[in-house]
């Protein structure tokens, strides 16, 4: 089947702004994964999700971050009054249970100016 | 605090074998990933040791010491499509841990 999907595959935005970075995992995968990655460094973890609710959201950076994944599949993350240090790629991902292979999409290039 | 170590980078020469160090110090320990990632794109699963020794898998191989707190990932007949960076993620209290990834030259 398909892979880990996201959209869009470049956002561009000014400061103060509000934006929405969808992804849509691999079908039946109950896991799913949200992080960031700058250059140079190995993804962040920012929030993941148990079916429909989230699991663990201890690495979202702050109250601006909000992620949603209402029906078990397809999940948003939510960035108000964006800033220009939210600039990075959003990377998501999926796996069929927690704690098993994770498997990444392309990943949303975030740039706030 | 969690931590993971990895070289910054390496280089190598086409054909020959290379080794990725990854020494870890994690809160808690559910197995050690290597994910490969090219400029630009996204992580790609490469292995998986939850238990000590090595797995091997094609060209590459992937080994584990939970003791020692250390993986490392080998890569045998480098070919120029091995450039990339090498990340080391540990799976630790239902999240993985990332290194920061070695980039990894492959020169001819």
């Known amino acids: 089947g398909a892979g880990v999907s996201q959209t869009p595959s470049n956002k561009v935005t000014e400061k103060g702004k509000y934006v929405e970075l969808r992804c849509d995992p691999i079908?039946?995968?109950?896991?799913l994964y949200w992080y960031r990655q700058s250059l140079g460094q190995g993804p962040e973890f920012l929030i993941y999700?148990?079916?429909?609710?989230?699991?663990?959201d201890s690495g979202l950076p702050n109250d601006r971050f909000f992620a949603v994944r209402p029906e078990g599949s397809v999940s948003t993350l939510k960035i108000q009054r964006t800033e220009r240090g939210d600039s990075a790629v959003y990377l998501c991902a999926s796996s069929i249970r927690v704690q098993e292979t994770q498997y990444f999409g392309p990943g949303t290039r975030l740039l706030v100016l | 605090g969690q931590n993971i170590d990895q070289p910054t980078e390496m280089t190598a020469t086409e054909g020959a074998i290379v080794q990725i160090n990854c020494t870890y110090q994690t809160s808690g320990f559910n197995g050690l990933f290597w994910y490969q990632q090219h400029a630009g794109e996204a992580p790609t699963f490469l292995s998986y040791?939850?238990l000590d020794g090595l797995e091997e898998k094609g060209r590459f191989s992937s080994f584990l010491s939970r003791s020692k707190g250390y993986s490392y990932l080998l890569l045998k007949e480098l070919q120029m499509k091995d450039s990339a960076s090498y990340l080391c993620?540990?799976?630790?209290?239902?999240?993985?841990?990332w290194g920061a990834g070695t980039k990894l030259i492959i020169k001819p």
């Open positions: 040791n939850v």
């Open positions: 999700f148990q079916g429909t609710g989230a699991a663990d």
């Open positions: 079908s039946g995968h109950t896991a």
């Open positions: 993620a540990v799976n630790s209290n239902y999240q993985l841990i």
